[in-house]
């Protein structure tokens, strides 16, 4: 039977004075998941999903193909509902708001919960124009004011270096490492509180892939990241806090350090240790 990973997983870690202690007094949760269930039309994706996410935290999900952490990723800024089938049940409270209630604007939400993707996917537009993209939709058309907003954007993805002297090129010509960057700057540019990441650097050689985790390490001093990943290595490096998703459930949850050497569920050291997935 799975252990409820909310409940028990301080005081697990209190009785092993050789780990990091991981407190959640100190730090807000930015997520807190109730009971969630989904279903695609019979396919029963995500049961019973029990989860806090603190801010200014990485939080990453891992499991075998299939076992629903895209899905949940996509639940929590409701890009699942763009598949009709979807149906769900239990809560997302996000900064203590159910967002899956209906009352619950998703254009706000999505002002709040920045999305980035497995492949880069910048607009055919100059990079300028992708970054001023989310600022103008929001109605700022001051040029002075967007400029600003598109350095401190390109600044805080760490591509301003590369790109300052061609921002009014078309994105399509960076590689592709740069241009999962313009899309991270993209998503700083709506100030989000919150970033999604869903493998975005699978698509990426290792020099591109190091580039966004320093990055990422950078961003949670001011957003909380979520991200999903198949890369354990990756995982282990740059996640505070890891999700062990299997079969729809979550397995465990706790501090990455705990869940890559000392993890308390069978099911997690065969996952971590490469035995299955
Ligand atoms: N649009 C959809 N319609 C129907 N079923 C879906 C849809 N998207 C996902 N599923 C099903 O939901 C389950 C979870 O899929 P999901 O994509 O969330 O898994 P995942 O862990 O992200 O997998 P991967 O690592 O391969 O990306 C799978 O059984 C999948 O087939």
Known sequence: MVNNPINNKFSQEDEQPNLKIVSNEAKKTVYQTQNLDLWYGDTHALKGIQLDINENEVTAIIGPSGCGKSTYLKTLNRMVELVPSVRTTGEILYRERNILDKEYAVEELRTKVGMVFQKPNPFPKSIYDNIAYGPRIHGIKNRRILDEI????????????????????????????????????????????????????????????????????????????????????????????????????????????????????????????????
């Open 150 to 277: 598109v350095e401190k954007s390109l600044r805080g993805a760490a591509i301003w270096d590369e790109v300052k002297d061609r921002l009014h090129e078309n994105a399509y010509g960076l590689s592709g490492g740069q241009q999962q960057r313009i899309c991270i700057a993209r998503c700083l540019a709506i100030e989000p509180d919150v970033i999604l990441m869903d493998e975005p650097t699978s698509a990426l050689d290792p020099i591109s892939t190091l580039k966004v985790e320093e990055l990422v390490q950078e961003l949670k001093k001011n957003y909380s990241i979520i991200i999903v990943t198949h890369n354990m290595q990756q995982a282990a490096r740059i996640s505070d806090k890891t999700a062990f998703f299997l079969n729809g459930e979550v397995i465990e949850y706790a501090a990455t350090d705990k869940i890559f050497s000392n993890p308390s569920d069978k099911r997690t050291e065969d996952y971590v240790s490469g035995r299955f997935g």
